[in-house]
Every structure is written in structure tokens, then in C-alpha cells.
Nanobody, 126 residues
Framework: QLQLVESGGGLVEPGGSLRLSCTAS????????IAWFRQAPGKEREGVSC????????NYADSVKGRFTISKDNAENTVYLQMNSLRPEDTAVYYC???????????????????WGQGTQVTVSS
């Protein structure tokens, strides 16, 4: 069983930055790939970014490339999502997810999600 706890959401003006954190605890945390998904009101959940189990590979949705960066601190068992140049369309609940990876060296939004975090609200508005 793996527990994921997100933090770092909030209200920010367009063009601003936020850093989301996903801290994992429990058995097997080094096996799973970690992904961030988001869901805006009235829309389907979508993949934002993922990080392979090995930590060496990442993927980003086209809408966030060049603005968001995913990273990992092994000592803190935490995956971060640094979000810069935020736009109103980034407003959503952001979820951290632990995925069963097809390969330890890769990640994909389509990989099976084993565990979800509780979500954290990000609102971009002036």
C-alpha cells in the first residue's frame, strides 16, 4: 500500500508560479512511476507530467511543455511539479498518481494507476 499526499496548491495570478509536492509513504514507493493529472470543472481528467521509476525520463502534456517541470527528491520521497507562467486555463484540481510502469525507464499517462492522492486545488486568476 502506498500513500500519496499532495500540497502546494493555491490561488495565483496569471504569469505566476506554484510548486506542487507529492510525498509518498509505504511499501514499494521506489517501484512506481509518478504522474500528475489535473481535472478542471466540467472536463475530463488529463495527464500533465510523469516521471519514470528510475527518475531518468519525463513526459509532459503539450499544453505545459516549457512551463512545468517535474522532479524528484529521493531523500524526501517527494516528487515536485514546478509550474511557471501559469495561465487561467491551468486552473484545476491537481492529483498525484503512482503508476505501474511498463518499463522502469519510462512513463506514460496511459499506464495503470495504482494509487491516487487526494488532490490539491490550483486557481489562476487575477
Amino acid at each position: 500500500q502506498l500513500q500519496l499526499v499532495e500540497s502546494g496548491g493555491g490561488l495565483v495570478e496569471p504569469g505566476g508560479s506554484l510548486r506542487l509536492s507529492c510525498t509518498a509513504s509505504g511499501f514499494g514507493r521506489n517501484y512506481f512511476a509518478i504522474a500528475w493529472f489535473r481535472q478542471a470543472p466540467g472536463k475530463e481528467r488529463e495527464g500533465v507530467s510523469c516521471l519514470s521509476s528510475s527518475g531518468g525520463n519525463t513526459n509532459y502534456a503539450d499544453s505545459v511543455k516549457g512551463r512545468f517541470t517535474i522532479s524528484k527528491d529521493n531523500a524526501e520521497n517527494t516528487v515536485y511539479l514546478q509550474m511557471n507562467s501559469l495561465r487561467p486555463e491551468d486552473t484545476a484540481v491537481y492529483y498525484c498518481a503512482a503508476q505501474h510502469p511498463d518499463l522502469l525507464s519510462s512513463c506514460s499517462f496511459e499506464d495503470e494507476v495504482a494509487f491516487w492522492g487526494q488532490g490539491t486545488q490550483v486557481t489562476v486568476s487575477s
